[in-house]
């Protein structure tokens, strides 16, 4: 039901697209993560990324400084008997700002999320399907009123488009996915859900994606984003613009233990 820290610092450093570091570069203490650098282009740290635990292992606190080593902010987590996450209380230089509550099912599903920020209460409710697959999702206000609701599709198990509707049920966007096999092929953006790119497209070798193109609405490519592996192992990502410019590159260090260390 969990993730252990190291497997989802992986995961958001290989999916990130906003990366601007080019080395991302973790410190151990035994097996428990200590503390991430990440780096400019020049060599230089940017930020830095500490992490504390509690005696059985789950992370307890994690703190955000950057380059002149001010911390700037603090996140905070409890965990359920069932070691999962209760709350997540995040400082910003001091200041609380928001306090995060989560709710499961009996069979440890995550059922809601109560958000606590200084002017607002929100609360997103997660409704699941015969399959056990998250069918709708409502999000309301403090005095219960439905802002927003997603609605997903499914077909063989696979996610094949999420739609978002305001309180009124008027669309308001969605994402439509594809798949060759089991691995997504294209995804495709409309509406609220559009960034700078409306559409994907992700070639693999095997199960490794190697390749993803993005889209404008006009058809035009607007970045290209590539990775080599060795095996199963990410070692090297690389995005460049439509010119073929570099927009970041990303390169990963394993230790003895194949434990991702940069």
């Not at 700037?72 to 999962?84: A, F, I, K």
């Not at 305001?166 to 609220?192: L, M």
């Not at 790119?197 to 035009?220: H, I, M, Q």
């Amino acid at each position: 039901m969990k993730k252990s820290l190291t497997v989802a610092l992986c995961l958001a450093i290989l999916f990130s697209l906003t990366a601007c570091s080019n080395r991302e570069i973790p410190s151990y203490e035994g097996e428990k993560l200590s503390y991430t650098e990440m780096l400019k282009g020049d060599g230089t740290i940017d930020k830095r990324w500490y992490y504390k635990y509690y005696p059985d292992g789950e992370i307890s606190t994690s703190m955000r400084c950057i380059e002149d080593g001010t911390c700037v902010q603090r996140n905070e987590y409890t965990y359920t008997p069932d070691n999962l996450k209760e709350t997540e209380t995040i400082y910003l230089l001091g200041k609380k700002t928001s306090v995060t509550e989560y709710s499961y099912t009996e069979d440890g599903k995550l059922s809601a999320e109560t958000n606590y920020l200084p002017t607002e209460i929100t609360e997103t409710l997660y409704f699941y399907n015969t399959d056990g697959e998250v069918d709708y999702i409502e999000k309301k206000n403090a005095n219960g009123d439905l802002i927003s609701i997603k609605r997903n599709t499914y077909s063989d198990g696979k996610l094949t488009e999420e739609v978002f509707s305001d309180a009124y049920g008027n669309q308001t966007g969605s994402i439509r996915y594809t798949y060759s096999g089991e691995s997504i092929k294209t995804v495709e953006y409309s509406g609220s859900a559009v960034t700078d790119y409306t559409k994907e497209e992700r070639t693999y070798n095997g199960e490794n994606l190697v390749k993803t193109l993005f889209y404008n609405a006009e058809g035009a490519l607007l970045y290209t984003d590539t990775a080599e592996y060795d095996g199963d192992r990410c070692m090297h990502r690389m995005r460049v613009d439509g010119n073929n410019s570099i927009v970041y590159t990303w390169d990963a260090y394993y230790d003895s233990f194949l434990t991702l260390i940069g």
